[in-house]
């Protein structure tokens, strides 16, 4: 397996709710590295940006209402298999399907508000990394 870099973000459930560092001992516990970090406000327009591949999907509105609604903290996760390991460690979409321990089972409080984002794929966390991070922010 290759060491990977992934694209989390704790959305604004959880820091409204002041458990990112909960949620950061969770990824930590399970393997991944924290190597870069920044609190931010989105603007509604960034977050829209960010999730333009969700643009026609019936969500999309509220969706970008709640992402720029409180801060969030934008994170870059390593380790093995890090984009598969941090979907396994967040859970189902929906924190009602997602398994125990999972992030979103622990945290989540219904299919939006479901307190982490992860990428899914290497193609996208490169993407997805590079809308937030220079490289110069990434530290190992
Ligand atoms: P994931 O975050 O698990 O990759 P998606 O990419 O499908 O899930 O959706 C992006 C985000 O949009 C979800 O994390 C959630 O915040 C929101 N979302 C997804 N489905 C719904 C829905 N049916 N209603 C409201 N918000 C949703
Ligand atoms: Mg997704």
Redesign the pocket.
């Known amino acids: 397996m290759a060491v990977e870099r992934t694209l989390s973000i704790i959305?604004p459930d959880a820091t409204a709710r002041n458990i990112t560092g909960k949620i950061n001992a969770v990824f930590e516990a399970s393997g991944l590295r924290i190597v870069a970090q920044r609190r931010i406000h989105l603007s509604k327009r960034m977050a829209g940006q960010f999730?333009a591949v969700?643009a026609e999907r019936s969500?999309f509105d509220?969706?970008t209402d709640?992402m720029s609604s409180a801060p969030v903290v934008v994170q870059v996760l390593e380790g093995e298999n890090a984009v598969t390991r941090n979907r396994e460690v967040?859970g189902?979409?929906n924190p009602a399907n997602a398994e125990a321990g999972t992030i979103r089972a622990l945290y989540g409080q219904n299919?939006?508000?479901?307190s982490v984002?992860?990428s899914?794929s290497p193609e996208n966390a490169a993407i997805e990394i590079a809308f937030f991070f220079a490289q110069t922010d990434i530290v190992g």
């Open positions: 959305k999730y969700h969500f509220e969706l709640y967040m189902a979409t299919v939006q508000e479901n984002h992860g899914d």
